[in-house]
């Protein structure tokens, strides 16, 4: 059972920045895909961006040349730098991977980010 745990959310102010943080209880070296999702309140879970093998990136178009997902599989972690945030940003943060194609993704619990001023 693979556990992840997300960090580095809080209150931000229009314009500001943030730096989520997924800690993963395994080596993430081999994974097939990792990335964030979020939900606000009232909608769906939503994709925010993705890393996959070979270190390839996605993000959705709402956050694209704000927000920048890394990892760093010395600490096995997963980061997301987030800039220029917007009130439309605020929702509870997801981190998760998938080890192969083929299995699930993993959660963790989520990280509250709210921005406002």
């Known amino acids: 059972q693979v556990q992840l745990v997300e960090s580095g959310g809080g209150l931000v102010q229009p314009g500001g920045s943030l730096r989520l943080s997924c800690a993963v209880s395994e080596s993430i070296f081999n994974i097939y895909a990792m990335g964030w999702y979020r939900q606000a309140p009232g909608k769906q879970r939503e994709p925010v961006a993705t890393i996959r093998s070979g270190d390839v990136t996605g993000y959705a178009t709402a956050v694209k040349g704000r927000f920048t997902i890394s990892r760093d599989n010395a600490k096995n972690s997963l980061y997301l730098q987030m800039n220029s945030l917007k009130p439309e940003d605020t929702a509870v943060y997801y981190c998760?991977?998938?080890?192969?194609?083929?299995?699930?993704?993993?959660w963790g619990q989520g990280t509250q980010v709210t921005v406002s001023s």
């Open positions: 998760y991977v998938r080890r192969t194609l083929n299995e699930d993704n993993y």
